[in-house]
């Protein structure tokens, strides 16, 4: 169906995707990683309709343990997070933007590795940093291999969810005793769910 390699080259715009069918290039797992960072950025359906596979799975104890806010409550930790589009749009779309920055992105021939930390108008005052390791598949809508030649199948995403529920006031830690100037100000108070 494709050639051995496909190369798109445009006179137009630089927007537009160089493809190589048998191996993600640079420029399309950068694509792939701004594309998950819009949906967490500037979330709308529509855009999600464009990136995602219909079929798409999204792993994160992270938000499992946030969702059950640290309980025995579903979803167990381990589970699927949300088994397929419908189920992430849903996810996605009732909760605000939580706009991150992107740290570090690499890539192999199918899955797209980012590095990322939340945005400070969203997490303070402790940081929140994450990796996401993002699955990707050709898109087999041919007319969008110039822009979107890559969806994402597979999200497994992590972050650090103890600085998550400080921030939120959940938590509160005691500083060790060899931490001389904390500047985290927190005070010993055990976190029960
Ligand atoms: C989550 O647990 C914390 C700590 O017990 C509690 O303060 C908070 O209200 C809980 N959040 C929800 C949404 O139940």
Same mark, same amino acid.
Not at 16 to 45: G, H, I, M, R
């Given at each position: 169906?494709?050639?051995?390699?496909?190369?798109?080259?445009?006179?137009?715009?630089?927007?537009?995707?160089?493809?190589?069918?048998?191996?993600?290039?640079?420029?399309?797992?950068?694509?792939?990683?701004?594309?998950?960072?819009?949906?967490?950025?500037?979330?709308?359906?529509?855009?999600?309709?464009?990136?995602?596979?219909?079929?798409?799975?999204?792993?994160?104890?992270?938000?499992?343990?946030?969702?059950?806010?640290?309980?025995?409550?579903?979803?167990?930790?381990?589970?699927?997070?949300?088994?397929?589009?419908?189920?992430?749009?849903?996810?996605?779309?009732?909760?605000?933007?939580?706009?991150?920055?992107?740290?570090?992105?690499?890539?192999?021939?199918?899955?797209?590795?980012?590095?990322?930390?939340?945005?400070?108008?969203?997490?303070?005052?402790?940081?929140?940093?994450?990796?996401?390791?993002?699955?990707?598949?050709?898109?087999?809508?041919?007319?969008?291999?110039? !822009?979107? #030649?890559?969806?994402? =199948?597979?999200?497994?995403? %992590?972050?650090?969810?103890? @600085? +998550?529920?400080?921030?939120?006031?959940?938590?509160?830690? !005691?500083? #060790?005793?060899?931490? =001389?100037?904390?500047?985290? %100000?927190?005070?010993?108070? @055990? +976190?029960?769910?």
């Amino acid at each position: 169906m494709f050639a051995r390699t496909l190369t798109v080259v445009s006179l137009f715009s630089v927007a537009f995707q160089y493809v190589n069918a048998t191996c993600l290039l640079d420029n399309n797992a950068q694509k792939v990683a701004e594309n998950y960072k819009t949906l967490f950025s500037n979330y709308s359906p529509q855009f999600a309709n464009q990136v995602l596979t219909s079929d798409v799975i999204d792993q994160s104890d992270s938000v499992n343990w946030l969702i059950a806010n640290g309980t025995n409550c579903p979803p167990p930790l381990g589970s699927t997070t949300f088994n397929g589009r419908t189920a992430f749009e849903a996810g996605q779309g009732s909760q605000p933007n939580m706009p991150f920055t992107i740290l570090n992105v690499y890539h192999d021939c199918t899955n797209v590795f980012v590095r990322w930390k939340f945005d400070q108008t969203v997490q303070s005052p402790q940081q929140v940093q994450g990796i996401s390791v993002l699955g990707t598949t050709l898109n087999t809508d041919l007319t969008k291999l110039l !822009t979107q #030649p890559y969806l994402i =199948k597979t999200v497994y995403a %992590e972050f650090n969810v103890g @600085a +998550f529920i400080t921030n939120l006031g959940y938590y509160h830690g !005691t500083p #060790p005793p060899t931490c =001389k100037n904390s500047k985290r %100000e927190v005070e010993g108070v @055990a +976190f029960v769910a």
